[in-house]
C-alpha cells in the first residue's frame, strides 16, 4: 500500500498528539501555517497520511521522509529530533543576508508569539542570565516562578528580557530585546487574570505561583533575512 491511500492501521490507537516525529510534523506545519491538505499537495501525498503521520506511531520511508522535510523547509534530521538538544544557530550564513532593524509594533509583534525567553538577573553567585516561560499581557512580559528560584530576583531591578528564533531551514532569524523594571504580581485579581491569560505554565512544574511582570522602558529587536543560498565559512547569528 502507498503511503498516498494509507490510514491508521486496525485497532490503532492516536497516542497523544503522535510520536516524537509526528509531533514535529505538526508543530512544523503550524509553523508555517499550513493544513494538513495544503502540507500533502507540497509532499505529494494525501491529507490521510498526514494526519497518519501526526497521530500514529508512523515510520516514513527515507523518501517519503525527505519529501515531507522539503515541504516543511526542514531536514530529515529536524523532523527525527536529531538536533534537538542541540544549541540553534550552527547552520551555514545565506548569501547576501541582510541584517535590519525592527520596528516597535513588529517587536510586540513577534513578543507576542509566547515562549520561552531569557532574562538577566543579578544572584548572589554573580549576574545570570536564565529561561523562562512567558506570555505577553497588557503589553508587558508576564512569567511565573518560585519564591527561592533564580528568576525571582530579578523583582524590583531593570533587568534585560531577550526571545528570539532561528529557522536553520532558511538561514533566516530575528531577537527581540525588552529593557524594563521587573516588579511582582500581588494584587489577588490580577493574579487570576494572569493565570487565566498565560499561554502554558513553567515547563520545570512545581510550586511556581510567583508572578512578576516586566514593564518595557525600550523594545529593540533585529532580523536577519535571506537572499541566497548558504555560503561556506560562516555560521548563522
Given at each position: 500500500?502507498?503511503?498516498?491511500?494509507?490510514?491508521?492501521?486496525?485497532?490503532?490507537?492516536?497516542?497523544?498528539?503522535?510520536?516524537?516525529?509526528?509531533?514535529?510534523?505538526?508543530?512544523?506545519?503550524?509553523?508555517?501555517?499550513?493544513?494538513?491538505?495544503?502540507?500533502?499537495?507540497?509532499?505529494?501525498?494525501?491529507?490521510?497520511?498526514?494526519?497518519?503521520?501526526?497521530?500514529?506511531?508512523?515510520?516514513?520511508?527515507?523518501?517519503?521522509?525527505?519529501?515531507?522535510?522539503?515541504?516543511?523547509?526542514?531536514?530529515?534530521?529536524?523532523?527525527?529530533?536529531?538536533?534537538?538538544?542541540?544549541?540553534?544557530?550552527?547552520?551555514?550564513?545565506?548569501?547576501?543576508?541582510?541584517?535590519?532593524?525592527?520596528?516597535?509594533?513588529?517587536?510586540?509583534?513577534?513578543?507576542?508569539?509566547?515562549?520561552?525567553?531569557?532574562?538577566?538577573?543579578?544572584?548572589?553567585?554573580?549576574?545570570?542570565?536564565?529561561?523562562?516561560?512567558?506570555?505577553?499581557?497588557?503589553?508587558?512580559?508576564?512569567?511565573?516562578?518560585?519564591?527561592?528560584?533564580?528568576?525571582?530576583?530579578?523583582?524590583?531591578?531593570?533587568?534585560?528580557?531577550?526571545?528570539?528564533?532561528?529557522?536553520?531551514?532558511?538561514?533566516?532569524?530575528?531577537?527581540?530585546?525588552?529593557?524594563?523594571?521587573?516588579?511582582?504580581?500581588?494584587?489577588?485579581?490580577?493574579?487570576?487574570?494572569?493565570?487565566?491569560?498565560?499561554?502554558?505554565?513553567?515547563?520545570?512544574?512545581?510550586?511556581?505561583?510567583?508572578?512578576?511582570?516586566?514593564?518595557?522602558?525600550?523594545?529593540?529587536?533585529?532580523?536577519?533575512?535571506?537572499?541566497?543560498?548558504?555560503?561556506?565559512?560562516?555560521?548563522a547569528p
Amino acid at each position: 500500500m502507498s503511503e498516498a491511500s494509507r490510514t491508521a492501521p486496525a485497532g490503532a490507537r492516536p497516542i497523544g498528539g503522535g510520536g516524537d516525529l509526528g509531533r514535529r510534523v505538526a508543530l512544523r506545519r503550524e509553523q508555517l501555517g499550513l493544513s494538513r491538505a495544503a502540507l500533502a499537495a507540497r509532499a505529494g501525498t494525501s491529507p490521510g497520511y498526514v494526519r497518519y503521520v501526526e497521530e500514529y506511531p508512523a515510520d516514513p520511508g527515507a523518501g517519503v521522509l525527505l519529501r515531507l522535510a522539503a515541504a516543511l523547509e526542514t531536514s530529515p534530521a529536524e523532523l527525527h529530533g536529531g538536533t534537538a538538544m542541540s544549541p540553534p544557530g550552527p547552520g551555514r550564513a545565506a548569501r547576501d543576508a541582510e541584517l535590519l532593524e525592527l520596528g516597535p509594533w513588529q517587536c510586540r509583534e513577534l513578543l507576542a508569539s509566547h515562549g520561552v525567553g531569557r532574562i538577566s538577573v543579578s544572584t548572589a553567585p554573580g549576574p545570570a542570565i536564565v529561561p523562562v516561560s512567558y506570555s505577553l499581557v497588557d503589553d508587558t512580559v508576564v512569567f511565573r516562578t518560585a519564591p527561592d528560584a533564580a528568576p525571582a530576583a530579578a523583582a524590583g531591578a531593570e533587568v534585560a528580557f531577550e526571545v528570539d528564533h532561528i529557522d536553520e531551514a532558511l538561514s533566516e532569524g530575528w531577537s527581540v530585546l525588552v529593557v524594563g523594571r521587573a516588579r511582582r504580581v500581588t494584587d489577588p485579581a490580577a493574579v487570576r487574570r494572569l493565570d487565566d491569560a498565560a499561554y502554558t505554565p513553567p515547563w520545570p512544574g512545581g510550586g511556581r505561583d510567583l508572578w512578576l511582570r516586566i514593564d518595557p522602558a525600550h523594545i529593540t529587536g533585529r532580523r536577519v533575512r535571506a537572499h541566497g543560498g548558504p555560503v561556506g565559512g560562516g555560521t548563522a547569528p
